[in-house]
């Protein structure tokens, strides 16, 4: 529910910039007008939009109010050589609810999702979660840094660590940066 809430705030601030953006930089020349004339016309829609562009949240700082909500759980990766490129992470917020990111060869997936404990073919347990984009789970190993990551097609990969900041780099992602 707050990453639908979350998705909301993001999409209307870029539609909102992009509005802006657009409206500001769109001039329409009649025939009668002098090419003085445009470029003097042209001006003042970008002084406006800087003024406007005060008012509005700036992305970075957008970013790090959030991150700033945000405590790391920890996170896997698959390694350099493996077949796919898969990352997950775990935050939780303020309310404490848990937020996952995971990212399957380029297409990312987050929100708040509940866990199921299941098996591997091999009998190793792993949280499974229902993502938007499939189903997917992890399994941290006792140290902590290492585990196994199940792709959206079942297959399992040994997992090495996801720091904190390679973690972060993926929220930056879902607001857009």
């Given at each position: 529910m707050k990453s639908k809430i979350i998705r909301g705030v993001v999409t209307g601030a870029c539609a909102v910039m992009i509005l802006a953006s657009v409206t500001a930089c769109s001039k329409t020349v009649s025939s009668t007008e002098t090419a003085e004339e445009v470029q003097v016309t042209e001006e003042a829609p970008a002084e406006a939009q800087d003024e406007a562009g005060a008012d509005e949240v700036n992305p970075e700082d957008e970013a790090a109010a959030v991150q700033a909500t945000l405590t790391f759980m920890g996170g896997l990766k698959?390694?350099?050589?493996?077949?796919?490129?898969?990352?997950?992470?775990?935050?939780?917020?303020?309310?404490g609810d848990i937020i996952y990111t995971y990212e399957e060869d380029g297409n990312l997936d987050y929100g708040m999702y509940t866990t199921e404990t299941v098996k591997t073919e091999d009998g190793t347990e792993y949280a499974k979660i229902e993502g938007s984009i499939g189903t997917y789970g992890y399994y941290f190993n006792e140290d902590l840094v290492t585990g196994i990551i199940v792709?959206?097609?079942g297959k399992v990969y040994d997992a090495v660590e996801l720091d904190e900041e390679g973690a972060r780099a993926y929220v930056n992602k879902t607001i857009g940066g």
């Open positions: 698959t390694a350099d050589d493996a077949d796919k490129a898969i990352a997950v992470s775990m935050f939780r917020n303020e309310d792709d959206t097609t």
